[in-house]
């Protein structure tokens, strides 16, 4: 090239354009969560405004240097051509539900079936005290049900799938056929699949949690009782992963029975019985 000659990005080779947004993308996790969410991941971006409801004060206060919208919004064909690897590199963080329905219902379809990792955080809808109230209940199972089924139906190449549900469900039961595990299961049909992580909390593996079992001399230290409830949440949560990946109900749940035998199934009473569950 002469001196002095500019060199126009678009008249760069194709495949030279490809490695450059391949490395651009590399690596990156966006959050779609509020302003008030507790986010993990603190070198994530966050998009914390509605997709679908552009404003031009929001525009202005974009910080470029860091945004990943610099260089799709370069020029039209940029932007076809940069929008794959954006998706397909990206990880997808969401913390809401409706976080989640307002990108799949925005998003083109082209680009969706891009995405191949998908993260949710999720907290599940407690069992309200007076019987007025159980119509939000209802009005949130659903909606998380019909999130996951439009996440099925949109991500077709999903790959890797992350999962963390914090369960306020009383009773709290670990049982396959419990309505809050029935939408997690919708996620076997994916066929592309190659890497699942399913993390299940509830106030009694939290911290202190122990204390909430009902008191049995039998039952040991409070040492113990901490370690089996975080075990009992983690071996489930195994259970609903290996569901996924297309497992039959009595294997998935071997490792999970295997565990409990002997001195340790009055713990697990309390999650499967329901006479005595929590």
């Not at 690897?85 to 539900?97: D, E, G, K, Q, W």
Request: charged share 25%; aromatic share 12%; proline share 3%.
């Amino acid at each position: 090239m002469k001196k002095g000659k500019r060199c126009c990005f678009l008249e760069i080779p194709s495949e030279i354009r490809n490695q450059i947004y391949d490395e651009v993308f590399t690596k990156t996790t966006i959050i779609m969560a509020p302003k008030n969410a507790n986010v993990r991941d603190s070198t994530a971006l966050t998009c914390d405004r509605k997709l679908g409801r552009y404003r031009r004060v929001h525009g202005l206060a974009t910080h470029w240097p860091r945004s990943l919208s610099a260089i799709i919004l370069t020029c039209h064909q940029i932007c076809d051509e940069a929008s794959y690897y954006l998706y397909r590199n990206s990880v997808f963080s969401f913390y809401t539900i409706r976080r989640l329905t307002n990108f799949v219902q925005v998003i083109q379809l082209r680009n969706l079936a891009s995405i191949i990792q998908l993260h949710l955080d999720q907290s599940s809808y407690g069992e309200p005290r007076a019987m007025k109230d159980r119509l939000w209940k209802m009005r949130h199972d659903n909606a998380w049900r019909s999130a996951c089924e439009m996440v099925v139906a949109s991500l077709l190449r999903l790959e890797v799938l992350e999962l963390r549900l914090f369960l306020s469900e009383t009773p709290l039961r670990f049982d396959l056929k419990q309505p809050w595990v029935a939408p997690l299961l919708r996620f076997a049909s994916l066929q592309n699949l190659k890497s699942v992580k399913v993390e299940l909390t509830s106030q009694f593996s939290l911290k202190g949690g122990h204390h909430l079992l009902p008191y049995r001399r039998s039952t040991g230290s409070n040492e113990l009782k901490a370690h089996i409830c975080a075990k009992l949440h983690h071996e489930f949560a195994e259970v609903i992963k290996r569901k996924i990946f297309g497992w039959n109900d009595a294997c998935a749940l071997e490792a999970y029975d295997a565990v409990f035998e002997g001195s340790l199934v009055w713990f697990r009473c309390w999650f499967n019985d329901p006479a005595s569950a929590w």
